[in-house]
């Protein structure tokens, strides 16, 4: 990702081409090779988001940590002060993988989402 002179450029990763993607004045955006590289470049440009991958504690012995992954991407500006309200957390078994850890984290309507079983 580089921003000159007004410039935005980004490698698309919405499709396997992996097309070099510049936005400039706005939404004038060259580059793409399909429709979804411009929609890709855009959000990029104007609110990065990404999927957090983190852990929680457990109150298991066994297994003190627990993956989750957030349901959706989130802001990319929050993702250090999501990273840290997951560290606060601490969950009991039983827990299954794709159940719910924490709600709309952060107002985002984002869930952290369990990845493994706890039992």
């Not at 939404?27 to 979804?36: A, I, P, Q």
Request: charged share 25%; glycine share 8%; with cysteine.
């Amino acid at each position: 990702m580089t921003k000159g002179a007004g410039e935005f450029t980004v490698t698309c990763v919405a499709c396997p081409v992996g097309c070099e993607v510049t936005v400039s004045g706005g939404d004038e955006v060259r580059g793409n090779r399909c429709d979804r590289g411009r929609e890709y470049a855009l959000l990029e440009h104007r609110d990065p988001r990404r999927i957090l991958t983190s852990t929680v504690r457990t109150t298991c012995p066994d297994l003190p940590l627990l993956p989750v992954r957030t349901d959706r991407p989130i802001p990319k500006r929050l993702l250090f002060e999501a990273a840290k309200l997951l560290a606060t957390e601490c969950i009991s078994p039983p827990v299954k993988a794709g159940d719910v850890v924490v709600r709309d984290i952060l107002g985002t309507g984002a869930s952290a989402v369990a990845t493994d079983d706890l039992f």
